[in-house]
């Protein structure tokens, strides 16, 4: 049903007025904060009162034809938002009623007002909208104020008898006192904010007094907590100051005191060094908070509390805390909505601390150094979310998909002990580990509406759009990333690699070159050494890292790849069991199993079948994660084990019903290898086009793509005698050097080409293409199967 024309952008009801020009909802005036989506749901409701909204309508309004977003948790998400803003109850509704099946309803009586005339906004709690000039006579304030009990102008004077005297006495009065109500309200509500919206905003080291180690670290955690909830302050990121700590000449460990604050304050750019102090007074603590301006020290707000006992330090932070951002110009409305305080997020100082310790920890020594102290923090705090999410992090960093998982469903059970911030951390963690896409980036969407200054959705969003091969989204969500946080070393990573993924390889350099002037790595150094055949660049990596837990076993593992890729098989089993020791010696045992089952997919590709069945038993023996198990899956299809493929394909789909990257691009795969080696080519065809959209993607578990999809497509086109067709896909793998890096389809599409150019009758082509595999495997092991076969179709030509 189409929408009803309305005469006016102003709507009315309740206390309430929707503008929907200026989109913004208020009460009583006061601006509320609410997510464009819910607004925009509200606003279609609003629109049409008393009518039936159906949820296809609202679909197809909202989100138009994209199917790629969750409608019924988005649509869902959305209603509870505007319930919770208006304060509405789904039981006894006053606003929007739901009709189960069907859709909502507006159902409160509304009313227009004329966009030509100055409004009066509705009497209130002061507020800026008590100065707007009106036309209309004070009558009509009057009786407004009659209309609504709690309203401050009830209690004005109505003269009914009396003298005039006495009754221009009364009127004066009433208008003095509505002149100071909006002087008031107009101090409070237009009161210039200390900060701007981009500024930052350094923490120190607190300063602790007291003797008690437990509050050196656990409270500047505690404070950074508090203070990130808001979406007014910046805080200057940890990995920031670190780089500016080292810029200085000193380590990134280096204790930020008010000296060594005050010169990253300059240095960065920021506008307040924050500090904060814990003193003891007999049995007492008092909490000390000060934000000072950078450039001239002056004073911009400061609050102190005082504890009764050590358990109530975190309790009283939280509340000074509170008072601070007030103070530094944040609106109350906003203090109110951001303000879950910390003894939510963890009771024990001892686990902040273990939390905090792990943080750094994890920036200069990486993910596996500072697991067993987040571990710490837990025994401490078994109902500590974030530290699970935090332990989730760092095993999707080390390739420990199933430990990462638990961790991350543990996180999300507790999501209602957090700040919204960390609930958003968590969610995003939840839906990542799950491959969840859809939720994930409707997750990122509620991010960016609550936080639009941070960095991290769009470092996110560039590595969802990357999963799933969509590589020009993917290069605007980094480069915004990087400009809005340009010390973070994973957005220099991202960035880098999507710029691979496009075959812009200098871009990629310089991009590399960018993180190393800020002293960051580039973890894409590898592979564009690879891409130019830098073969003492790539040694000297691998060199580089060796005894580093959770870095090591990686460069070894790619470089297994590499000596794959040019046939030599025996050095890459040789790099690929040293990959595996490496994991095994620091306690990844699902990340072990992982470099096992890569490289029994390797031998299924090269023909070396029995091998290639002994390496998938062995890497289910170590670990029966979700990775392994995708992978062992496809090994198993490619030499014909069905039987055993499909049970784990089955596992698979019980155990991971909404992963977005088995849906989309695992399971068609596997089940189009599957029917390939069966010789049913429709079904094979058939699998291979709902994969179509996502060919180019880079799902886990590879860290370099394989384009699986067209590969397996153009072996299926020369089962069919089509060697035109087959060329089409083969040629899609040498086209994407990026993507598919240093992968063995890479090498093995040379040969696959070539057959395709043979059945096609283009006997020039295939020599060329015969030519260029075995100049590629010029040192190849001489007893692989693959190697054997080409070499004696090669002579067949001649």
Request: glycine share 6%; with cysteine.
């Amino acid at each position: 049903m189409a929408s009803s024309a309305r005469p006016s952008a102003l709507i009315r009801f309740g206390s309430f007025e929707l503008d929907a020009a200026n989109r913004i909802l208020r009460k009583a005036g006061i601006s509320l904060k609410l997510h464009p989506q819910p607004f925009r749901v509200l606003l279609l409701l609003a629109d049409r009162p008393g009518q039936i909204v159906d949820r296809k309508e609202i679909q197809k309004a909202l989100w138009g034809n994209n199917t790629f977003v969750d409608f019924e948790g988005g649509l869902n998400f959305c209603i509870k938002q505007i319930r919770d803003t208006l304060g509405d109850d789904a039981e006894n509704p006053r606003y929007v009623e739901t009709l189960p099946r069907r859709g909502y309803r507006f159902i409160a009586p509304i009313t227009y007002a004329d966009e030509r005339e100055q409004i009066i906004p509705f009497p209130h709690v002061p507020g800026p909208l008590d100065v707007v000039k009106t036309s209309h006579p004070p009558r009509e304030v009057v009786s407004a104020a009659r209309a609504l009990p709690d309203s401050p102008l009830r209690t004005l004077p109505v003269v009914q008898t009396g003298s005039r005297k006495s009754a221009l006495r009364a009127l004066a009065f009433a208008l003095v006192l509505v002149a100071l109500v909006a002087a008031s309200a107009t101090y409070y509500f237009h009161r210039q904010p200390k900060f701007a919206e981009r500024d930052t905003v350094v923490v120190e080291d607190f300063s602790n007094s007291t003797g008690d180690p437990v509050f050196d670290d656990a409270l500047k955690q505690a404070l950074t907590v508090e203070l990130e909830q808001s979406p007014f302050l910046n805080l200057l990121p940890d990995r920031r100051a670190q780089e500016t700590l080292r810029l200085m000449g000193r380590s990134a460990n280096d204790r930020i005191t008010s000296d060594v604050g005050r010169e990253i304050c300059l240095r960065t750019g920021s506008r307040a060094l924050l500090a904060g102090a814990i003193s003891s007074l007999g049995s007492h603590y008092v909490v000390s908070l000060s934000a000072v301006a950078c450039n001239d020290g002056q004073i911009l707000a400061k609050q102190q509390a005082e504890a009764t006992r050590k358990e109530d330090v975190l309790k009283v932070l939280s509340r000074a805390a509170s008072e601070l951002r007030g103070k530094l110009g944040e609106s109350l409305p906003s203090v109110q909505k951001f303000d879950v305080p910390i003894e939510v997020t963890t009771t024990s100082l001892d686990a902040l601390k273990n939390y905090s310790m792990a943080a750094r920890m994890a920036e200069t020594k990486g993910d596996a150094e500072s697991i067993p102290f987040v571990k710490r923090a837990l025994a401490y705090d078994p109902e500590f979310a974030m530290a699970y999410a935090a332990l989730a992090r760092r095993y999707v960093n080390l390739d420990q998909p199933s430990l990462a998982l638990e961790n991350a469903t543990k996180a999300y059970q507790l999501r209602d002990r957090v700040t919204e911030r960390e609930q958003l951390t968590i969610s995003v963690m939840y839906f990542r580990t799950r491959g969840d896409l859809e939720k994930l980036v409707e997750t990122f969407e509620v991010w960016k509406a609550n936080y639009p200054t941070d960095a991290m959705p769009y470092g996110s969003l560039c590595a969802s759009y990357g999963f799933l091969g969509q590589y020009e989204k993917a290069l605007s969500q980094c480069q915004e990333a990087i400009r809005r946080d340009p010390g973070n070393v994973v957005n220099y990573g991202n960035l880098s690699g999507v710029y691979i993924d496009l075959n812009r390889f200098e871009e990629a350099q310089k991009t590399c070159e960018q993180a190393e002037a800020h002293r960051l790595s580039c973890p894409e150094r590898y592979y564009l050494d690879f891409l130019r055949r830098d073969f003492a660049g790539m040694a000297q990596q691998v060199e580089s890292v060796a005894g580093q837990p959770g870095t090591e076993d990686f460069l070894l593992a790619a470089q297994s790849d590499t000596e794959a890729y040019f046939g030599r098989l025996k050095s890459a089993r040789e790099f690929s069991r040293r990959a595996v020791d490496s994991a095994m010696r620091a306690g990844f045992t699902e990340t072990a199993a992982l470099w096992r089952v890569k490289a029994a997919l390797r031998e299924a590709e090269f023909g070396e079948n029995k091998e290639a069945k002994r390496g998938v038993s062995e890497a289910l023996k170590l670990a029966q994660g979700r990775d392994v198990k995708v992978l062992g899956a496809l090994t198993l299809a490619r030499i014909g084990d069905f039987t055993q493929a499909q049970e784990l394909l089955k596992q698979l789909e019980q155990s991971y019903p909404s992963s977005t990257h088995l849906k989309v691009y695992w399971f068609p795969v596997i089940t189009a290898a599957v029917d390939l080696r069966e010789g049913n080519l429709s079904k094979s065809f058939a699998s291979l086009e709902i994969v179509a959209p996502y060919e180019l993607a880079q799902p886990s578990p590879n860290e370099t793509g394989t384009l699986y999809p067209p590969y397996l497509r153009g072996q299926a086109y020369l089962a069919a005698d089509n060697g035109a067709a087959a060329a089409v896909e083969f040629q899609k793998l040498l086209d994407h050097p990026g993507i598919i890096a240093n992968f063995e389809t890479g090498a093995l599409a040379r040969l696959q080409l070539a057959r395709a150019f043979a059945l096609a009758g283009e006997t020039t082509k295939a020599r060329t293409r015969y030519q260029d595999f075995l100049n590629l495997w010029k040192e190849a092991d001489a007893d692989i199967p693959i190697l054997t076969a080409a070499k004696s179709e090669y002579a067949k030509l001649h």
